[in-house]
Nanobody
Framework: QVQLVESGGGLVQAGGSLRLSCAAS????????MGWFRQAPGKERECVAT????????YYVDSVKGRFTISRDNAKNTVYLQMNSLKAEDTAVYYC?????????????????WGQGTQVTVSS
């Protein structure tokens, strides 16, 4: 079983930046994709960005394209989400997830382990 611990969330003004990190421990980083999802109050969980095992392929939801960047360091068992030009609508709890397959995917059913989440609040 893998444990995923997110960090880097917080309160930021609109237009600002945050960098989320997700450190994996236990049965770590087998050859699978990693992803970031988010859930705002009263809304369904949404896939924000995912990255393949190799890092060669990524997926971004349209609303964050050009502003967010997902990356991973397999040697450190860590995945990152750099968030720039933040908007109030980015406010949510952000969750890190470990995929079941090597390819990047937007489908939450293809992710098997989840972190506890980190709150990101963007003030307008």
């Amino acid at each position: 079983q893998v444990q995923l611990v997110e960090s880097g969330g917080g309160l930021v003004q609109a237009g600002g930046s945050l960098r989320l990190s997700c450190a994996a421990s236990g049965r770590t980083f087998t050859r699978v994709a990693m992803g970031w999802f988010r859930q705002a109050p009263g809304k369904e969980r949404e896939c924000v960005a995912t990255i393949s095992w190799s890092g060669d392929n990524t997926y971004y939801v349209d609303s964050v394209k050009g502003r967010f960047t997902i990356s991973r360091d397999n040697a450190k068992n860590t995945v990152y989400l750099q968030m720039n030009s933040l908007k109030a609508e980015d406010t949510a709890v952000y969750y890190c997830a470990e995929g079941l397959f090597p390819h990047a995917t937007k489908w939450s059913r293809e992710f098997g382990s989840w972190g506890q989440g980190t709150q990101v609040t963007v003030s307008s």
